[in-house]
């Protein structure tokens, strides 16, 4: 099974907000996943950004593959940084 972390669209309409998720890369968009990861909603004045990056390095260590997305909120959040310094060990 191929692990993606991606967005999922939540919130009303024209005001959206994103859950980012661990899901199998086979599910659809708004469709079942493993494992609520964060969130992010771009809709602020300052962009919220969310993620547990404990959490998300594991998924990282055992082979999921971000979006292009995510991978950016990713390094914003530091997470990415923390996977290539464990994965450097």
Known sequence: MAVKLRLVRMGKKKQPTYRIIAAD????RDGRF???LGYYDPKQEQSKIVINNERTVSWLRQ????????GK????SGAW????????E
Request: aromatic letters at 4%.
């Open 63 to 70: 082979g999921a593959q971000p979006s292009e997305t995510v």
């Open 34 to 36: 493993i494992e609520i």
């Open 25 to 28: 890369s086979r599910s659809p």
């Open 81 to 88: 940084d923390e996977f290539q310094a464990k994965a450097a």
């Open 73 to 76: 909120l990713l390094r914003i």
